[in-house]
């Protein structure tokens, strides 16, 4: 009988440790809720677990969770006795912003910035930006900065002499006379553009007088080829396979006869009404003839047959 009451013991108190570590995984998941008071309640219920707690902490120290890890650190000291039990820490104060007395950017020809203040205290902050991402490197002294940044502080000139931050120049700065040039290309660059904008125009208006005086001639537009062709250059007539004839079709002209025949740019015109096509000439004697007109194109890669819509 007394072994019996002895086993039951065991097997109680064994459930009672397991209901126990079932209890310390929750209360270590709830030190990162984001319920102030459930946090709070976790981390008391923690530490009257004492001992029994630390596998747990110790596990959830090394946690991805920065809220979890930092609160199971702060337990673990205690447990250590390197805090009072009812030692909190103090809620996180946000530091205030600090009035900076000298200021400096340095613009680089290589696109670069650079952003270099101290404030009353001597305390230094350099912040680099390239390609829309920056790096800052700060210090609560000139001192401190060189000890700390070597490279940057060598890079930017930051010494550790008397009186305030010194900063020389960048070399990378553009100089007056740089700066001069480089205005002196934007001008000349505008003036271009302006002149062809200017040309541009004056082929339209071009276009306009020769539509009117076509019109006045009984023409219209619609009754000329209106199409520009070149040669064809000997690496595509190999590709495919023209041995000789046909012209490249540059541009058409919309409402003309070679559109409503379906011609379009880059088309590559073999014949016209029949007859093989190598000049511009020939193109104006098809389209001279009467009736409807007809032409074999090779377009992207593929032979075709049009017909002039009347």
């Known amino acids: 009988m007394r072994t019996l009451l002895l086993v039951g013991a065991v097997l109680a108190l064994g459930g009672l440790a397991r209901a126990l570590e079932d209890d310390i995984a929750g209360w270590i998941r709830d030190l990162g809720s984001e319920d102030p008071k459930a946090r709070e309640a976790a981390a008391v219920a923690i530490e009257k677990a004492g001992e029994r707690a630390r596998p747990a902490l110790e596990e959830a120290a090394k946690s991805a969770d920065p809220e979890v890890a930092s609160e199971a650190a702060h337990l673990l000291r205690k447990l250590d006795g390197e805090e009072k039990p009812q030692e909190r820490r103090p809620p996180a104060v ?3 912003m600090v009035r900076m007395s000298s200021t400096r950017v340095i613009v ?19 912040r680099e930006t390239k390609d829309g991402k920056s790096e800052e490197y700060a210090a609560e002294s000139r001192e401190a900065f060189v000890e700390k940044y070597p490279e ?5 000139g930051i ?15 553009p100089e007056e006379e740089e700066l001069k040039k480089e205005l002196e290309r934007l001008r000349r660059e505008a003036e271009e553009r302006l002149k062809e904008r200017k040309a541009l125009r004056d082929l339209d208006r071009e276009k ?30 190999y590709q495919l396979d023209i041995p000789e004839g046909g012209v490249l079709v540059t541009s058409v002209d919309r409402g003309s006869r070679a559109a409503r025949l379906g011609v379009r740019r880059f088309d590559i015109l073999l014949s016209l009404n029949g007859k093989p096509v ?7 004697a098809a389209f001279a003839a009467e009736g409807p007109a007809t032409a074999q194109v090779i377009r992207e890669g593929e032979p075709q047959a049009l017909r002039e819509q009347e």
Do not use: C, F, W, Y
């Open 94 to 96: 946000r530091r205030p």
């Open 108 to 126: 680089n020809r290589d696109g670069t910035t650079t952003l270099i203040q101290e404030d009353s205290t001597g305390r230094i902050l350099v």
């Open 152 to 156: 940057v502080a060598k890079r930017h």
């Open 159 to 173: 010494d550790k002499g008397e009186g305030g931050l010194r900063v020389v120049p960048s070399k990378d700065l």
């Open 208 to 237: 306009e007088e020769l539509e009117k005086a076509l019109e006045e001639q009984g023409k219209t537009p619609g009754d000329e080829p209106g199409l520009e062709v070149t040669d064809l250059d000997e690496a595509l007539r």
């Open 278 to 284: 190598a000049t511009a000439a020939d193109i104006r």
